[in-house]
């Protein structure tokens, strides 16, 4: 998802790392959750960072870490879809939201205590907003190129290569 490329990003997280996101059923979430947080019953994410990344686990004349698999962010749709409506946006939205918190997560962040909450919370809320107008701009940008190529092309300035390479 362009969300979770776009919080690395913002994050200063090498753009050569590597996520794995996954969407799972209801049942394979509640198994998940289950098992890794002996909770009961489905959630909507989850996050498994790898123990690796993590300095104080390293030995110490481990080379400097590189470009890695930062984790895995585990989505349900179905939970995410339940949540949506609650919150009344669309599901696309509540999965951005919860793939912006599962990365998050993967970089340390928390919420277990009301000052990590805030703290989280807020940076997911900035992160989002700030993509989303990032990406209004970048299609109000498309939208107005293909409305000056459609005028350019009316009268016979398109140029079916394309543009022309800089000198």
Same mark, same amino acid.
């Given at each position: 998802m362009s969300?979770?490329?776009?919080?690395?990003?913002?994050?200063?997280v090498s753009p050569a790392v590597e996520l794995a996101i996954t969407a799972v059923t209801l049942d394979t979430m509640s198994e998940l959750?289950?098992?890794?947080?002996d909770e009961p019953g489905p959630t909507?994410?989850?996050?498994?960072?790898?123990?690796?990344?993590?300095?104080?686990?390293?030995?110490?004349?481990?080379?400097?870490?590189?470009?890695? %698999? %930062?984790?895995?962010?585990v989505l349900?749709?179905?939970f995410a879809k339940d949540q949506a409506v609650k919150a009344g946006h669309a599901l696309s939205d509540e999965l951005h939201l919860l793939t912006v918190h599962g990365v998050l997560h993967l970089l340390g962040y928390d919420h277990a205590e009301p000052d990590e909450e805030?703290?989280?919370f807020a940076l997911q809320n900035k992160l989002l907003h700030d993509w989303r107008t990032r990406r209004a701009q970048v299609a109000a940008r498309e939208?107005?190129?293909r409305s000056d190529s459609r005028?350019?092309?009316?009268?016979?300035l398109d140029d079916p290569a394309g543009p022309a390479e800089p000198r």
């Open positions: 969300v979770a490329r776009y919080a690395l990003d913002a994050m200063r959750h289950e098992r890794w947080m909507d994410v989850m996050s498994f960072p790898m123990d690796e990344l993590v300095d104080d686990t390293r030995r110490p004349d481990a080379p400097e870490i590189g470009p890695a %698999l %930062l984790g895995d962010i349900c749709p179905a805030r703290e989280m939208a107005q190129r005028v350019l092309g009316t009268v016979g």
